[in-house]
């Protein structure tokens, strides 16, 4: 393992451990985190969710964290105030590990800055 996939791996471990201090449960995965991301930027509260909603706040949460590089960009609300995203340029085509390593660093990005979470997993 490379030196930045360890730094990854650390940080990520990092997340989890802090989101399992705040929600009282270690999130098992990167679309358990991302689903905490849709619920959070949805901003409409803990509620039961459908399968096809689940699968819309997980496409925000993609959307919002790809959007700290530019990916995608913020359309607006619809009438139930759910937001609506475009692509703003194109992603890199990665195999699905590099998809994954992609989204984690995003996601540890929205973390500390939207959030203002800090992490401790450097040495």
Known sequence: MI??????????????AELEQIIGKRPKDLNAV??????QELGKGVKVFDKEEKQDLMHIAICKVLSLS?????EGL???G?????LAKKLPHFDLLEQEK???MHVIEYFEKEVGLK?????
């Open 70 to 74: 530019g990916f995608y960009e913020l």
């Open 3 to 16: 030196k930045r996939d360890l730094e990854l791996e650390r940080a990520w471990n990092a997340l989890l």
């Open 78 to 80: 619809d009438e139930q």
């Open 119 to 123: 992490m401790n997993y450097k040495d």
């Open 34 to 39: 991302l689903f905490l991301i849709g619920v």
């Open 102 to 104: 992609l989204l984690k």
């Open 82 to 86: 759910w937001p609506h995203w475009k």
